[in-house]
């Protein structure tokens, strides 16, 4: 007899327990209400293309100029940071070794040239005497011989007088090409010998744009393609140029091809050694767009809301170029799906649309 009653007693729990349950849990939430919203369909637009790359900017031309003469340096015209033109003085050596020596090949020229005279004068007479028989062939040799070695001697003169006048001028050591002296390397009093180095001077104007170029990407590559880059030392600015020297091989151990574009620096702001971000334009292409009111960005995340089915479907999308309102969208999205412009704080994930 206890058997069934506890039993029933059990049953009479359990069904308690369940109805406490049911009492419990709240009720479902109803759908949210269907919005209203305006939908683009996307279209494929030609957009400029460009290729991001890295590299840094190096000069134009740079030399360390060696002073081309021997001597001792007796003054130095420019210092470190210096801009100087073509031709400025940067050093001069002492001179007077290369005076004497000048004015010794002058003279020595004038005597030389003195005596060629004299021997050509006797030569047309005896050329004269020649012609009317006055004279033997061999007598006539001699003397053309005589003005052959003069005139020799009158040539070795001349070139000895021009290396003189040579070394006179490069007692004063100039620059090769217009820059700005990056060292000064000698001061006053050091002796200074033909190899020595005395300055370096690098041109600023133009500048070179070093980039590599992936091998996948040596096909898009022409001369005369512009440029865009921009450096840390002047944020937000973008400086240009024009792609001027491509290499003429992939280097095997990094699969890149060296190219370097020609940078306008009239104002010098520009350094050697600048690290720049670079964007190469491209030929342009189809790419599917959306105007700009239709991404929602927060930092460096672009989204945006499709109507799929009836329902809005939120996207994380990478966005491409910009032209004119619409921006290429490179991921994400395709031609044909329907997008919302301007949504709002009511356009959310999985919200119905009618």
Not at 15 to 42: F, G, K, M, N, Y
Request: hydrophobic share 40%; aromatic share 4%; proline share 6%.
């Amino acid at each position: 007899m206890n058997a069934p009653v506890s039993r029933v007693c059990v049953l009479a729990v359990l069904s308690l327990t369940a109805c406490s349950r049911q009492q419990a849990e709240p009720p479902a939430a109803p759908p949210p209400p269907a919005i209203h919203v305006d939908t683009l369909t996307v279209e494929s637009r030609p957009m400029p293309r460009a290729l991001a790359l890295t590299g840094s900017l190096v000069s134009n031309q740079q030399s360390d100029v060696a002073a081309n003469a021997t001597g001792i340096v007796i003054k130095t015209f420019v210092e470190r940071g210096a801009f100087v033109k073509a031709g400025t003085p940067l050093v001069q050596l002492d001179t007077r070794g290369a005076v004497l020596t000048q004015a010794e090949a002058r003279a020595n020229l004038g005597n030389v040239q003195a005596q060629q005279e004299l021997a050509q004068a006797q030569c047309d007479r005896y050329q004269k005497l020649l012609d009317k028989g006055a004279i033997s062939r061999d007598e006539w040799d001699r003397i053309s011989t005589q003005c052959k070695a003069a005139s020799g001697s009158a040539d070795a003169a001349r070139a000895r007088a021009d290396l003189a006048q040579k070394t006179l001028n490069d007692s004063i050591v100039r620059a090769p090409f217009a820059g700005m002296v990056g060292e000064r390397f000698v001061s006053v009093g050091e002796y200074v010998q033909p190899s020595t180095k005395v300055a370096s001077v690098v041109e600023l104007e133009p500048l070179r744009l070093q980039l590599t170029v992936g091998e996948a990407d040596l096909g898009q590559l022409q001369d005369g393609q512009q440029v865009a880059f921009d450096v840390v030392a002047f944020p937000g600015q973008v400086f240009t140029g024009a792609v001027k020297y491509i290499g003429p091989s992939v280097r095997a151990n990094t699969r890149d091809l060296v190219v370097e574009a020609v940078v306008p620096n009239t104002d010098r702001k520009l350094r050697p050694g600048m690290f720049a971000t670079a964007h190469l334009q491209l030929t342009e292409q189809p790419l599917p767009t959306v105007p700009r009111t239709s991404l929602v960005t927060e930092g460096t995340t672009h989204r945006l809301f499709t109507v799929v089915d009836g329902h809005i479907e939120e996207r994380v999308v990478q966005t491409g170029p910009e032209r004119d309102g619409m921006v290429a969208v490179l991921d994400g999205l395709k031609n044909g799906e329907h997008v919302v412009n301007q949504p709002g704080a009511q356009v959310k994930d999985g919200t119905p649309v009618n």
